[in-house]
Structures are given as C-alpha cells and as structure tokens.
C-alpha cells in the first residue's frame, strides 16, 4: 500500500481513501488505515484508488488548498475566476 508497508485489499483502500475524500479537505493528511499508523496517504495512492476524475479532481483542488493555506507566503487571489 504504501512507503509504511501495510496492506489492505484493493476494494476497503478504495472505499476508506473516497470516504477521506467526502470528508472534506482534511483527506490531504489522512493516516494510513492501519491502527495507529501515522504515515499520510501519499497523493498518488489517491489518484490511483480514486474511481472517476471527478472525485481525483477534488482531491486535487484540496491539495491545492492545503498548499496555498499552509505557506504563509501565498493566498488566493481575491479577482473572481482567476
């Protein structure tokens, strides 16, 4: 699964990591399944798992938003549609 070495079957990864995702944008620092694991959830494990590009679009604008939110040194422009 992931640089941690744990392991769980395609299908409950999938489900946990789109139920992450429904959860908002703290999915970008969700911990790996397995109990009291600290290890994220590295990006591409959510672009791999994710079933549609919907869903893998969202996830990116929430990395996005994590970036932006956690550099003291950038913001959103504030000119609608930019």
Not at 16 to 32: H, P, Q, R
Request: charged share 25%; proline share 7%.
């Amino acid at each position: 699964m992931d640089e941690c070495g744990h392991y769980s079957c395609k299908y409950c990864f999938g489900a946990f990591i789109e139920s992450a995702l429904n959860d908002g944008a703290d999915c970008v620092i969700k911990t790996c399944p397995t109990y009291k694991c600290p290890m994220i959830i590295q990006p591409e494990l959510f672009t791999e798992y994710l079933p549609s590009d919907k869903l893998k679009e969202r996830y990116s604008k929430f990395l996005v938003q994590n970036f932006v939110e956690s550099n003291k040194a950038l913001k959103y422009c504030p000119s609608p549609g930019c």
